[in-house]
């Protein structure tokens, strides 16, 4: 059974009791983040200063890991024969991981400072040639990630993310994470435009994130459909769900979700107002209730006419008898009104005969029996 939307993403940092112990560990996390901050300030220096060499990279790789608490374990090797590396989307580090243990470019849509992003093992994406794609890093294999944007591991993502067009024999790599107190990533929507600097700066608070990459064997190109097939090696590695969603689509439900959520509470209140006010259309009501979040105050703005309405054509059936309670609305234009009737009667006596007007509805459609 497939997992629902809501099941691969991570909506809260904190997990249970997690946030409590953290607390606990909070003032070595504010110690550990000045001396991370202090490497960061060297690695930025030494990027400026240093060559572009295989050697000066890898120990800059190594120095971004000490200076975000990185530690990377790996299982399997990487084939040489492989220029090309897909992966799962975990975290926003995972260019980094994977830069450390197999001397990675990973291409990202986001926009980084230089020395950052190198770094980091990030290449913009749309800096490469769709056909001589490895003509500016011709020793450097590629990782990949066309999940598009990380979840909670549960699931792999449907591919959608190819930058060019693969043709080589590609190296499936499976990535978990691990931290103690605080999850690696909440998810949002971002992810495929920017780089997500919150989460970066929980790496420089938290005591450790324990990458594990293990490289499993590499497929052949030509054989059918290289990304199900990825997708496929992964997700049995990690022993999860392979899901049909897209990260586009994953996100686009749960604003879907949430929006509705949001509404649910000012609609319930919109047919209070509506069971006073039968003439008054629904969407004019929620429209006032949004500036007003009050149902008295709303049924107010409509009786006095400070908000103006169009009223809705009366349902067709039988009409009320002459004994029947009624009530005589005021113009809905703001203006005086002109009859002695109207002028006497008071607000809350307008009030409470139009609520006995939909008390006497509702008895009546729904046949109770009520003295």
């Not at 986001?110 to 980091?120: C, D, E, R, V, Y």
């Not at 439900?253 to 929006?259: E, K, L, N, P, T």
């Amino acid at each position: 059974m497939a997992l629902a939307a809501e099941k691969l993403i991570n909506k809260e940092r904190f997990n249970g009791e997690n946030a409590l112990q953290f607390l606990l560990y909070l003032p070595i996390g504010v110690i550990l983040m000045v001396i991370r901050i202090f490497l960061g300030v060297i690695l930025w220096i030494a990027s400026i200063i240093l060559p572009n060499k295989w050697a000066v990279s890898h120990m800059l790789t190594t120095l971004a890991c000490w200076t975000f608490g990185v530690y990377v374990k790996l299982k399997g090797q990487r084939d040489p024969r492989c220029s090309v590396l897909v992966a799962n989307y975990v975290t926003c580090f995972d260019s980094l991981a994977a830069a450390h243990v197999f001397g990675t470019i990973s291409l990202k849509r986001w926009k980084l400072p230089p020395f950052f992003a190198s770094t980091l093992g990030i290449k913009n994406a749309s800096q490469f040639s769709k056909k001589q794609h490895f003509s500016e890093v011709p020793t450097k294999p590629v990782l990949i990630q066309p999940e598009s944007g990380p979840t909670n591991g549960k699931a792999v993502l449907r591919f959608t993310d190819w930058p060019f067009q693969i043709k080589s024999n590609v190296q499936p790599v499976a990535i978990t994470v691990e931290r103690a107190f605080t999850r690696a990533t909440v998810q949002r929507r971002q992810y495929s435009a920017r780089f997500p600097w919150r989460d970066a700066a929980w790496f420089l608070l938290s005591p450790a994130t324990v990458y594990t990459l293990h490289a499993l064997p590499p497929l052949r190109w030509d054989a059918g459909d290289v990304g199900d097939r990825c997708r496929a090696a992964v997700a049995e590695a990690l022993q999860v769900e392979v899901s049909e969603l897209t990260w586009d689509e994953l996100f686009a439900g749960r604003r879907v979700r949430a929006v509705a959520d949001r509404a649910a509470p000012l609609v319930r209140l919109g047919n209070q107002v509506k069971e006073v006010l039968p003439a008054v259309p629904l969407k004019t009501i929620l429209q006032d209730l949004e500036r007003t979040g009050s149902v008295d105050m709303t049924i107010t703005n409509f009786l006095e006419g400070v908000t103006p309405y169009v009223p809705e054509d009366a349902a067709p059936g039988p009409q009320p008898g002459p004994s029947a309670p009624r009530y005589v609305a005021p113009p809905p234009t703001g203006t005086f009104p002109k009859t002695a009737k109207e002028r006497q009667l008071s607000f809350e006596e307008r009030k409470a005969q139009m609520i006995a007007e939909a008390r006497r509805r509702y008895i009546e459609k729904h046949g109770l029996n009520v003295t």
